[in-house]
């Protein structure tokens, strides 16, 4: 028994789907603008205005995943420095810390690391579901064994396997680096 | 306008290393863009370092996505739309992966049941078509014809030092019986008709499948310091015995390609707009119009058979390549104008279109190329927008209204 599905047509394709362009690269172009303006507000009204000017503007745009993410990341970058440029001009003329416009090469290695984080996070989602919670409040929000215990209403035992399974599971997938970014990144926020 | 592909691209690479996935060809490049400039070596500790990699992981993702969703879906009036959209395909999708088990249940349990209804079928597809088989012609050197097919078996003809028998699994066997002198090689041609497929065994004992539609021509005994054969037209996926003092070359229409130990599927169809040569093992040469580049396993070349005869190297799925010789069609991100003429070429049949949209119709799946034409044809057909009519020999293709 065979099966076939069809994907799409190229005529369908004139027609993108802006809740999962939104679902893919909103995350990763809020992080690529803070980089640059440093500010959690800026950088997501940023993103916001970006696929809202996408949107606007797609019957001028090919409609090929790799161009619609060009014009997404060109906006925010754009959007990003003017940010940034004023924000100079108003600390120069208060005479208070004036900022700087970054370099290029900055801006472009931003690009990257966004890039990079937006599949680290996804590997770590695509852990199964009841291991993701597990690991959010074990290894990110560094709860005890007998907290997490509590919360997700299981035994400290069984806490204490499912986070070996994780450790496991992390393991075959990521790189070392990576583990050790999951397990000491929960240090970060160990409380006594 | 300012784009950033390479960016992109590099992200993939070093997410990649990160998590572990990076496939041959891109180590490779990650490898080349490493050794590149001390520059890049430095950007790449940059990026992975632990600290920035923390710092990153805290920050990314604390956002209030429902919020700016709703922000932009109000400012661009997309919600509604989507929201009905999506959910019809939702259930759709479950639709057919149950009828998808369904039906798997049903085959395993219940084959008389489904010969039975396969019987009621024929009447929408009068003259169902069957799946091709082992079928060629093998030419002598003489101009003598044999028609091959699964009846005949064991020796079919000797001559001097040369016998050449078919094996039971149906493939051709050159068996050569002592040292041939180079002064008069003789050259036999394997053909293919559309709808058959045959392998053979060379005398040097190096594999080679013939897809429909293929014509093979080589030496019945090879001597000295090159094993050349030719393929004429048509795909053929080669399992090579490699030898130091004699290299394979496969002569194809419009290059040649050289084994350097290997296992590799060349497809050089007429008509089509490149030859392809697709590498699974080892390592081979592709040369054509004084160019010529060395593919590393998991790479494709493309010679354009157009005026410009350029040499483009991309990275593959070797399976894709040698789906038929497995005794699938594989279709992943296929048009259906190709899906039509590899059908074309196996069921013999002719294909027409009602409208040339539907050429650019895609298609991801696959089936058994045993089946008869018509179930293949029904599996496409469930797909949705497509509507075939078999008549005549000739499989007629709409778009659904």
């Given at each position: 028994m065979g099966r076939i599905r069809k994907l799409y047509s190229h005529k369908m394709t004139a027609d993108p789907r802006l809740d999962l362009l939104f679902k893919e690269y909103y995350d990763r172009l809020v992080f690529f603008s803070w980089q640059i303006t440093k500010d959690k507000q800026q950088s997501e009204d940023i993103a916001q205005d970006a696929f809202i000017a996408y949107w606007q503007q797609r019957n001028e745009i090919v409609s090929h995943p790799v161009a619609i993410k060009n014009f997404l990341y060109r906006s925010v970058k754009n959007a990003s420095l003017n940010v940034v440029r004023h924000t100079r001009v108003v600390g120069q003329f208060q005479n208070s810390h004036p900022g700087t416009e970054p370099a290029e090469e900055y801006i472009l290695e931003a690009i990257i690391s966004a890039e990079i984080i937006a599949e680290v996070n996804l590997a770590i989602e695509s852990l199964p579901p009841h291991l993701i919670k597990l690991t959010r409040l074990s290894?990110?929000?560094?709860?005890?064994n007998h907290e997490v215990a509590e919360e997700l209403e299981m035994s400290v035992n069984t806490v204490k396997k499912q986070k070996q399974r994780v450790l496991e599971l992390l393991k075959m997938s990521l790189h070392p680096e990576l583990i050790i970014l999951l397990v000491t990144y929960g240090t970060f926020f160990t409380r006594e | 306008m300012e784009h950033f592909d390479d960016l992109f691209d590099l992200g993939r690479l070093v997410s990649g290393y990160l998590k572990n996935d990076l496939s041959p060809e891109e180590q490779l490049k990650l490898d080349n863009w490493l050794s590149a400039s001390a520059d890049n070596r430095t950007t790449f500790q940059r990026l992975t370092s632990e600290t920035k990699l923390k710092a990153d992981y805290g920050t990314f993702g604390e956002t209030d996505k429902q919020t700016a969703w709703e922000r932009v879906s109000a400012e661009t009036g997309y919600r509604k739309k989507t929201a009905h959209v999506s959910n019809r395909f939702r259930i759709t999708a479950v639709a057919s992966l149950i009828f998808i088990l369904f039906i798997g249940v049903f085959l395993y349990l219940n084959q008389a049941e489904l010969s039975r209804i396969a019987a009621g079928k024929q009447d929408r597809y009068k003259n169902d078509i069957r799946p091709g088989g082992n079928r060629a012609t093998l030419t002598l050197a003489g101009g003598k014809k044999i028609v091959l097919d699964n009846t005949n078996q064991g020796l079919l003809t000797e001559s001097g030092h040369l016998a050449i028998r078919q094996d039971a699994g149906g493939g051709l066997r050159y068996v050569s019986g002592g040292n041939s002198s180079a002064a008069d090689v003789a050259y036999n041609t394997l053909t293919t008709p559309n709808g058959g497929t045959f392998s053979i065994t060379l005398a040097d004992g190096s594999k080679i499948w013939l897809n429909a539609g293929t014509s093979l021509r080589f030496p019945e005994v090879f001597t000295g310091r090159e094993r050349k054969i030719e393929l004429l037209y048509g795909e053929a996926y080669f399992e090579v015995k490699h030898e130091e003092k004699a290299p394979f070359i496969v002569k194809t229409p419009n290059g040649l390609v050289e084994d350097l130990g290997t296992h590799f599927n060349i497809s050089a169809y007429r008509g089509a707009t490149a030859e392809r040569t697709t590498l699974l093992e080892g390592s081979v040469r592709v040369s054509a119009n004084r160019r010529n580049v060395t593919l590393v396993p998991g790479q494709e070349a493309a010679v354009s058979t157009g005026q410009d005869a350029g040499i483009r190297v991309a990275a593959c799925d070797p399976a894709d390549a040698v789906a038929w010789k497995n005794g699938l069609f594989l279709f992943n991100n296929a048009r259906l104008e190709s899906i039509m003429d590899e059908i074309g070429r196996w069921y013999n049949v002719r294909v027409s279109y009602g409208n040339e949209a539907v050429k650019n119709e895609v298609f991801l799946g696959s089936i058994s190329r045993f089946k008869n034409v018509s179930e293949v044809l029904d599996l496409l057909e469930k797909t949705g927008n497509i509507h075939f009519e078999l008549k005549d020999n000739t499989i007629r293709v709409q778009s659904k209204q």
């Open positions: 290894f990110l929000e560094g709860k005890k | -």
